[in-house]
């Protein structure tokens, strides 16, 4: 009755398995749907920096599609870079 400081046995513990590779097909459509993702950041980027270089010429109506547009960029950003970093446990 008294504990010797060893672990029980555990005869029916498996080691996990290790993770299956990804696609190279879903890979590259990742990537792809990112750099398409990136272009409405890149317009939101630059309608917004002319927005701030010329206040004189700039609609209020456009900064809920410049929010969207860069929210749509840093989505495709973030896309891009699970593509390449690929699955993490």
């Keep these: 009755m008294s504990d010797t400081g060893q672990p029980p046995d555990r005869p029916h ?4 398995a290790p993770p299956r590779p990804r ?11 990112g750099l398409i993702m ?3 950041g890149l317009c939101a980027l630059g309608f917004g920096a002319s927005g701030l270089f010329s206040s ?3 609609e209020s109506g456009l900064t809920p599609f410049i929010l969207v547009g860069l ?3 840093f989505g495709g950003i973030m896309l ?7 699955r993490r446990r």
């Design 13 to 16: 513990e498996r080691a996990p």
């Design 23 to 33: 696609n190279g097909f879903l890979t590259a459509f990742m990537v792809l749907a």
């Design 38 to 40: 990136l272009v409405p």
């Design 56 to 58: 004189e010429h700039y």
């Design 71 to 73: 929210l749509v960029g």
């Design 80 to 86: 891009i870079r699970a593509a390449i970093r690929g």
